[in-house]
């Protein structure tokens, strides 16, 4: 359950959370020295996740070549860039925001987003790298308590483990990412693996993207005693234009559930994604 609460989320996520450029000194640079040039201009989504439902993201940028907008019916969001910090408003006043050091987020959070039963809580996230620029542990604060820790592994330039363990060792998520061998151009939240594991800002605050295009993921949590609680299977198939874009993405998400004392629960979503550009 917990890894299809984040795939719900990754639309949420897209609204109310911060989207960003490539380092924001060297944003057209990085994306012509990739023979792109290209800005994603909208994105639909049509998802099958909890009943039907679709909107549209229309994104607009500053003279830097920056999200300034992100906008979906009546709710917009507006971006502030400073040198140490994003931060996202939305139309009635919430507020998400990351902080930078050096280009790279060393955490992000906002008040009073996450609420269960009634109860609203702070969250904050902390980022760790490596010597070779990539995110290698996330923790996860609710309320300034450690909830989560997540422990990712890179090889041959793609994130290809995480494992998320709970702080009261409760729980541990063990996730496998598998790639296709085309290079990934211009990756989007939606088909970034570490958008299950950071507040997500696209382009390249979050050290380095994996190089290729992502084609599955498989879970499976398990409790303190090993025992099976979840698993989780998500493959993803895109379409691409001459230069690399994925204007079309389809992910496929099948479920398991393993509740204590009843019979095994498998449930199926899917969700189809089209996105537009414009390109120099």
Do not use: W
Not at 2 to 14: D, H, L, R, S, Y
Not at 75 to 88: C, P
Not at 171 to 191: G, K, L, M, R
Not at 215 to 237: H, R
Request: net charge negative; aromatic share 12%; with cysteine.
């Amino acid at each position: 359950m917990q890894k299809t609460i984040k795939f719900v989320m990754v639309a949420f996520v897209a609204v109310i959370a911060i989207a960003g450029c490539k380092k924001e000194i060297n944003y057209n640079e990085q994306l012509l020295a990739k023979g792109n040039g290209c800005k994603l201009t909208s994105l639909k989504a049509d998802l099958d996740l909890l009943g039907s439902y679709s909107y549209t993201i229309n994104f607009s940028y500053d003279a830097q070549g920056r999200i300034s907008k992100a906008t979906t019916g009546a709710e917009t969001n507006t971006y502030t860039y400073t040198a140490n910090k994003i931060t996202a408003v939305d139309e009635i006043g919430n507020m998400a925001e990351i902080i930078l050091e050096n280009g790279r987020a060393v955490s992000s959070g906002s008040d009073g987003i996450i609420t269960v039963g009634g109860v609203s809580y702070d969250y904050t996230r902390k980022y760790t790298y490596n010597s070779d620029g990539y995110l290698v542990q996330v923790k996860n604060y609710l309320n300034n308590d450690l909830s989560t820790t997540d422990n990712l592994t890179y090889a041959n330039g793609n994130l290809v483990k995480a494992v998320s363990v709970s702080s009261d060792l409760h729980y541990t998520e063990t996730t496998i990412y598998s790639y296709s061998n085309d290079f990934a151009v211009n990756t989007y939240e939606i088909s970034d693996p570490l958008s299950y594991h950071v507040d997500y800002f696209p382009g390249g605050y979050f050290g380095k993207q994996s190089k290729n295009v992502l084609i599955k993921s498989v879970s499976n949590t398990v409790d303190q005693d090993g025992k099976p609680f979840s698993g989780d299977v998500i493959t993803f198939t895109s379409q691409y234009d001459a230069k690399g874009n994925a204007t079309s993405l389809n992910f496929l998400d099948i479920s398991t559930f393993y509740p204590s004392g009843g019979p095994v629960e498998t449930q199926t979503y899917s969700s189809k994604y089209t996105l537009g550009y414009t390109c120099k």
